[in-house]
């Protein structure tokens, strides 16, 4: 950010600013998503935008080394009290808050006092991996779905609604709220694709229209904080983490995503394996054989190793198949004559308690690393792989998800590609978070640790 990009970032917000006053917006808070998945906010006057356009918002670098509960790791990289960054509010995603009456949200980048952007920096990261893409001649679509669970005020986890899985009955008795999520969401031009009540105690989920990797994390950011702002109205309180009870089904926090080239969809009408092309396969393949080391960023809390178990929809074995919800990678082909653009690759076993930059940027990598080694992609699977025999998983090459968060960190570090991507300061401290999360459950029961994580994220 050169003295010259610092003027225009300055012009640029001082219209905005303008427009933004004249339709009520006092406050801009300004997020970003730290290593541990905790979206975190600096929130300036309407009137400071510009200022913080053109020189930022001072916070400090230690916030990469936040674990989930606020205590703050030491490692070889990771970053500790002293120094500054400064965060950059994008102006192109400013979003005026419907539910948060004269707020309006951006997200941040993350500069140094020089005007570099920092290293660690999350979103960043995931602009970076894009851009790779897109030199290897390919963009990507993608969109997070968003499941939650409501409870009455307090500490407990107390439903704020009852009724079966996908009832009827639950939408009627939150119709108000429902509607208020949905108009909330159109009045801040997010379009979504459904919403309705899920499996678990209290739980709901929404999903929203695919766009390039970086709006899709922004998005799920401020689909999530809006949520939140309408639940409040609501009087109710709001988890997003991958297991609000120890038993029961977890929220998780799906990635949709799909490769395409010269506006054609990789994911269909090719010659491989259930319609995808070659290049679409190898991306896949990449993804399916890091699928370990991808947890590192995509279901990194230990809430998350408690998600992933068999027969919960979560995806917990290294397997694909089409319309598959047990494997962790499920081929959404979409009804004949609209896959040309709705075939997409769901990644199942990622949660809401990833950084959505991290989650991207790891998926991006992982799949240009498969095309790189023209990765083979094994045999599709069309069953649960928790109702075969061991002797058969292994014959199909079906392994487990690592059960723990260290054996994620350790494949994460062990992949030379993904460090490369990731480059080795964050990927080492997102390392050493992991293992700094284990250890502070590694006496902890599943009760513990899901009241302990339950209001995090
Ligand atoms: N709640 C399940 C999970 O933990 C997913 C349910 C579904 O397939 O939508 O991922
Ligand atoms: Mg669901």
Same mark, same amino acid.
């Given at each position: 950010m050169d003295e +010259? #990009?610092? *003027?225009? +970032?300055?012009? &640029? *917000?001082r219209k905005r600013q303008a427009e933004l006053a004249a339709r009520g917006v006092r406050v801009v808070s300004v997020t970003w998503v730290d290593n541990s998945g905790v979206t975190r906010v600096k929130a300036v006057p309407i009137d400071r935008l510009d200022h913080a356009a053109q020189w930022g918002i001072g916070a400090s670098p230690v916030f990469d080394s936040? /674990? $989930?509960?606020?205590? %703050? &790791?030491? =490692?070889?990289?990771?970053?500790g009290a002293v120094g500054d960054l400064r965060l950059h509010p994008d102006l192109d995603r400013i979003t005026v808050l419907a539910a948060q009456p004269g707020w309006a949200w951006a997200p941040a980048d993350r500069y140094d006092q020089e005007g570099v952007a920092h290293p660690l920096d999350q979103r960043t990261l995931a602009r970076t991996a894009t851009a790779k893409l897109a030199e290897a001649g390919f963009t990507a679509r993608a969109a997070f779905e968003v499941e939650w669970a409501i409870s009455e005020p307090g500490e407990e986890f107390r439903p704020a609604v009852s009724g079966p899985a996908y009832g009827h009955? !639950? /939408? %009627?008795?939150?119709?108000?709220?429902? !509607?208020?999520i949905v108009a909330a969401l159109a009045d801040q031009h997010v379009s979504v694709d459904q919403i309705h009540p899920e499996y678990a105690a =209290? +739980?709901? #989920? &929404?999903? %929203? *229209?695919? =766009?390039?990797?970086v709006f899709a994390a922004d998005s799920t950011v401020l689909v999530r904080e809006t949520i939140r702002a309408v639940s409040a109205h609501h009087d109710l309180r709001v988890s997003f983490a991958p297991k609000v009870l120890a038993d029961g089904v977890g929220n998780g926090g799906h990635v949709h995503l799909s490769l395409w080239r010269n506006e054609r969809n990789l994911f269909a009408n090719g010659d491989g394996p259930c319609g995808l092309t070659? #290049? *679409?396969? #190898? $991306?896949?393949?990449? &993804? /399916?054989r890091r699928l370990p080391a991808l947890l590192a960023v995509g279901a990194p809390s230990a809430g998350s190793c408690l998600r992933l178990v068999p027969s919960h929809w979560a995806g917990a074995f290294v397997a694909w198949g089409p319309e598959n919800r047990e494997a962790a990678l499920r081929l959404v082909t979409g009804p004949a004559g609209s896959r040309s653009w709705a075939a997409n690759l769901e990644v199942k076993c990622f949660d809401q308690s990833a950084n959505p930059y991290l989650a991207m940027a790891g998926l991006i990598f992982a799949g240009l690393s498969g095309m790189d080694e023209q990765a083979e992609l094994p045999d599709p699977v069309d069953v649960d792989p928790a109702t075969l025999s061991e002797e058969e998983r292994a014959k199909r090459g079906i392994t487990a998800l690592p059960g723990s968060l260290t054996e994620a960190a350790d494949a994460f570090l062990a992949d030379k590609r993904l460090c490369a991507g990731f480059g080795l300061p964050l990927a080492t401290t997102i390392a050493d978070l992991r293992r700094a999360e284990a250890e502070h459950f590694a006496d902890a029961s599943p009760e513990e640790i899901a009241s302990a994580q339950r209001w995090v994220y």
């Open positions: +010259q #990009e610092r *003027a225009n +970032q300055a012009a &640029i *917000a936040f /674990l $989930f509960n606020d205590f %703050v &790791i030491t =490692g070889r990289h990771a970053p009955a !639950r /939408l %009627v008795a939150r119709s108000d709220y429902l !509607r208020d =209290g +739980q709901f #989920e &929404i999903s %929203v *229209a695919a =766009g390039d990797p070659r #290049e *679409a396969a #190898e $991306f896949t393949g990449g &993804i /399916l």
